[in-house]
């Protein structure tokens, strides 16, 4: 392949990225068919992919995309029958004649301008509607608003691509026999649908900030992604707290991106961690964007009260400096506003750092018989961490055992055993 096919390949791959969210979004308003829109745009990009590397990379390649994308939806109406009462709505509000001809193309094109806010708001709403698994949540937000292909979620989830792709196909479907509106969803109800937009944003990022399974602890591309995903919703909704509680969380936690492995990829706890190389800049961008959520006024929810967890930290110069009670405090509040186990077991470490490792150790042991935590790799984690600033080793190698048996990354499983076997030693 030439260099310049190369090249137009990739500014097509670039471009997809940029534009594609914006492109499905638009197609799905004029159809309410989601599944349509995406195939219709996916047609779009097979369709760059064989002419740019001929025929050049057009000067509005964004735009070159929308009207495409366009044109494959009006050819896909004509040919079923049953749209064709919506034949005519797409032609008047596509700007597009029943002509395939180079003219009418270009004069499309230039009416391409702008951005389709309200229609990328809606399509995070329905991409991310409750009717859908959470996989399949996070499979189709990924697909339609990341512009990532069906092997690249394949391979930061680490499952088969045949996998995601039934996910996608049975989401699709599902909105499509459920008959979801391509809407945001009316004041009454958005509340309620914001919390499943926020929690597959949320749970995007956590995949890439500590992954779950796999080789590598942190996956970059999808913090970003998330971020990304995050800060364009703050954009589309700002007057809604949680979504700039969430950015902020998101903002300060990926501040700790560099200090947070070692010269071979190891984890380094949060409390050991060089906060000297911690990023100011995302620090300073996560403050705005708490600040924002708390100046909305109303009671905090779990992502501003997560965030200001977050922030606390990140005010701090050292684990010693690091206002512990205020901490606490705010766990009180988040185990009241989001009740958890697991918000149960953070307010424990924090406790601990407050009051001594035994007042950490007595919340932590409460939850030993909590279902959901049976098989957490965390709570043994924490109990050994607890039991060894005690100085009861033995009972700390044995957590820590416990807990490397019960966690899925490869990174994080030799950490807990190099520290089970500094405990088998004595060198805690």
Known sequence: MAASDVQARRTVEAVWRLESARIIAGLARMTGDVGLAEES????????????????????????????AKHRLLDRVRREQRFQAKRELLEREAGLSGSDGQQDFDAALDAVAGEVDDDLLRLMFVACHPVLVRQARVALTLRMLGGLTTPEIARAFLVPEATVAQRIVRAKRTLADKQ????????????????????????????????????????????????????????????????????ALMEIQASRTAARTGPQGEPIALLEQNRGRWDRLLIRRGFAALL????????????????????????????????????????????????????????????????????????????RDEPTLRDYHLLPSVRGDLLAKLGRGEEAREEFERAAALANNARERAVLLRRAEQCGRGQE
């Open 292 to 367: 924002r959520a708390q100046q909305l006024g109303g009671p905090p929810g779990p992502y501003v009260l997560q965030a200001a967890i977050a922030a606390c930290h990140a005010q701090a110069r050292s684990a010693q400096e690091t206002d512990w009670p205020r901490i606490v405090g705010l766990y009180t509040l988040l185990a009241k506003c989001s009740p958890s186990p697991v918000v149960r077991l953070n307010r424990a470490v924090a406790v601990a750092m407050a009051s001594g490792p035994q007042a950490g150790l007595d919340l932590v042991d409460a939850l």
């Open 180 to 247: 979801v509106p391509f809407a945001v969803p009316e004041p009454q109800e958005r509340t309620a649908r914001l919390g499943s937009v926020l929690e597959v944003v949320y749970l995007i990022f956590n995949e890439g900030y500590t992954a779950s399974a796999g080789e590598d602890w942190i996956r970059l591309d999808l913090c970003r992604e998330a971020l990304r995903l995050g800060r364009l919703l703050a954009r589309l909704a700002p007057d809604e707290g949680e979504v700039h509680g969430l950015v």
């Open 41 to 68: 745009a996916q047609d779009a990009l097979v369709a760059a992919l064989e002419e740019w590397p001929v025929k050049g990379v057009p000067a509005n390649p964004g735009g070159w995309l929308t009207v495409a």
